[in-house]
């Protein structure tokens, strides 16, 4: 069965970094694009960057020009650079993986404040 793992998440002083990692199993990885969405108390589930089988990516623009999106096909894994993090950014972050449906990691906590 298809499983995905988050990590890295914690908490970081504004304007610092954090690296999220995603590991998948049970899936032929090459196959799905992969994505991660965050939601915060209160608000909707919302596409944070996205990245497609053969690498293209996009990322939301509330998080353009700070968060990068990649994948490492041979180690099953997708990672979400985060920089220059703002208060705003505070919420779960989730992983995706989409190919006909739609599987989720259990999601990581990542808390911007001073």
């Known amino acids: 069965q298809v499983q995905l793992v988050e990590s890295g998440g914690g908490l970081v002083q504004p304007g610092g970094s954090l690296r999220l990692s995603c590991a998948a199993s049970?899936?032929?990885?090459?196959?799905?694009?992969m994505n991660w969405y965050r939601q915060a108390p209160g608000n909707q589930r919302e596409l944070v960057a996205a990245?497609?089988?053969?690498?293209?990516?996009n990322n939301g623009d509330s998080v353009k020009g700070r968060f990068t999106i990649s994948r490492a096909n041979a180690k099953n894994t997708v990672n979400l650079q985060m920089n220059s993090l703002k208060p705003e950014d505070t919420a779960v972050y989730y992983c995706?993986?989409?190919?006909?449906?739609?599987?989720w990691g259990q999601g990581t906590q990542v808390t911007v404040s001073s």
């Open positions: 995706n993986a989409r190919l006909l449906r739609d599987f």
């Open positions: 049970g899936m032929y990885f090459r196959d799905y694009a």
């Open positions: 990245i497609t089988r053969g690498g293209s990516t």
